[in-house]
């Protein structure tokens, strides 16, 4: 049976670049936070995952240069992780255990946790069910301190059919932050978004209170 685990760390990565590329709208007075900080937050948030994949899908000691970038992070060699898979006679499941923190650009640190977890058959059928955990500590990014209310949750939902990505994929983004100094106050992320194909993405939701739409 092919190893599945690049073809699905790919996948993930996909879609979660998307949001990266949010744009916000101008309904709604963002808690007092400007667009560009909004934005910046949502990308710092993203941004951590791309390392926390890095970090987590690398072992100790490889030759594998650090990259912050998620499509980078999950090009390694699949082999580097097999011992976080079991392989059956039914098929193949595995349970990636991610752990990172790193700092941020202006000051200040934000942790990733959690697992990538998926299953497949042997005929390539299978499902994602996976949830990472996205913690700031007071962490700088355009003029703006945010850390965890307690933390932002990342969940990703997709299935394969004979080996190949069955569409659409969805993701959500939950949970909450605070920030400061000035303005200050705290907030909640609930932004969903759509891969319906491997050049459509759409977002809907809100990010401290400013509405996100569009494409990603």
Not at 31 to 52: C, D, P, R, Y
Not at 54 to 76: D, E, F, Y
Not at 173 to 201: D, F, M, Q, R, W
Request: with cysteine; proline share 6%.
């Amino acid at each position: 049976m092919p190893n599945l685990l690049l073809r699905l760390c790919a996948i993930v990565a996909l879609a979660l670049v998307g949001f990266v590329a949010l744009s916000c709208g101008n309904s709604g007075n963002g808690k007092n936070l400007s667009s560009a900080q909004v934005q910046a937050i949502s990308q710092e948030l993203f941004t951590a995952l791309g390392s926390a994949l890095n970090a987590g899908l690398t072992p100790p000691g490889s030759a594998i240069a650090p990259s912050h970038s998620l499509a980078t992070a999950v090009q390694h060699d699949p082999r580097l992780v097999q011992s976080d898979c079991t392989i059956s006679d039914n098929g193949e499941s595995c349970n990636i255990v991610i752990t990172y923190e790193g700092n941020c650009p202006d000051g200040g640190t934000i942790a990733v946790d959690g697992d990538l977890a998926f299953t497949l058959d042997n005929s390539g059928n299978g499902s994602d069910n996976s949830a990472l955990t996205v913690t700031p500590a007071a962490c700088v990014v355009s003029d703006v301190t945010f850390s965890g209310n307690p933390s932002v949750t990342v969940a990703t939902g997709f299935s394969m059919q004979s080996f190949a990505l069955a569409y659409p994929i969805t993701f959500s983004e939950t949970g909450g932050i605070t920030y400061g100094p000035n303005p200050s106050g705290s907030c909640t992320l609930n932004v969903n978004a759509t891969v319906s194909s491997p050049t459509s993405c759409s977002v809907t939701g809100t990010i401290c209170g400013r509405s996100v739409s569009g494409t990603c």
